[in-house]
């Protein structure tokens, strides 16, 4: 399977994820069949699919938050390799961050 990002409508240049609240790190990740993500780092949802672990806080138990770095990068999921920074639905999510209404689930 292709880790290809699809192409975004809109790039917002002024979006880096060196400057940002990184609140995709705080979206709920559903894990696909092809991810290949390590097994300590899954969690079974209420609704029996695998997404990967938040910690209490609510942040990905993948991002080490010192350094604001996934430490899955190279196996990340394909929820994530698409997420393009600075693309139409990063905007959308920083926005309603800022708003404080948070979609909760990022699916492939």
């Keep these: 399977m292709s880790h290809r990002r ?46 990967l672990k938040r910690g209490e806080d609510g942040w990905c138990v993948a991002v080490d938050r010192k350094h604001m770095r996934c430490t899955i990068y190279e196996q990340r999921p394909a929820a994530c390799r698409r997420f393009v920074m600075g693309g139409d639905y990063c905007c959308a999510v920083r926005e309603a961050h800022d708003r404080r209404a948070i979609p909760s689930i990022l699916v492939d």
């Design 6 to 51: 699809p192409p975004a409508a809109h790039i917002d240049r002024s979006v880096s994820c060196s400057n940002c609240a990184a609140v995709c790190c705080r979206l709920t990740v559903v894990l696909m069949p092809d991810d290949h993500v390590p097994a300590e780092l899954i969690e079974r949802g209420v609704q029996g699919v695998d997404m």
